[in-house]
């Protein structure tokens, strides 16, 4: 989010007429639209294995973004 921008409504306006091409109900489209850190999305796919994650464990995404290191997680391709 920027500064003059109040809600998240007004943010994901923003990101969606940034990106027009971008077809927002394509699967994984939206990924590196809330991946607010050097590396995008590419980083986290790195990232993950080296959590030892288990099936059932519990991640909690506690960054300021809109979750997207955690929408990333339940990729059925990432997890362990």
Do not use: C, K, Y
């Not at 994901?12 to 091409?21: F, N, P, Y």
């Not at 077809?23 to 993950?48: K, M, R």
Request: glycine share 12%; net charge negative; no cysteine.
């Amino acid at each position: 989010m920027t500064f003059g921008e109040t809600t998240v409504n007004q943010t994901i306006d923003r990101l969606l007429s940034d990106h027009r091409d971008l077809d927002a109900s394509a699967d994984g489209a939206l990924d590196n639209l809330d991946q607010f850190h050097i590396g995008g999305a590419d980083a986290v796919e790195l990232l993950i294995p080296t959590l030892t994650l288990a099936q059932g464990d519990v991640v909690l995404d506690v960054g300021s973004g809109f979750g997207g290191p955690q929408e990333i997680m339940t990729w059925p391709h990432i997890r362990p």
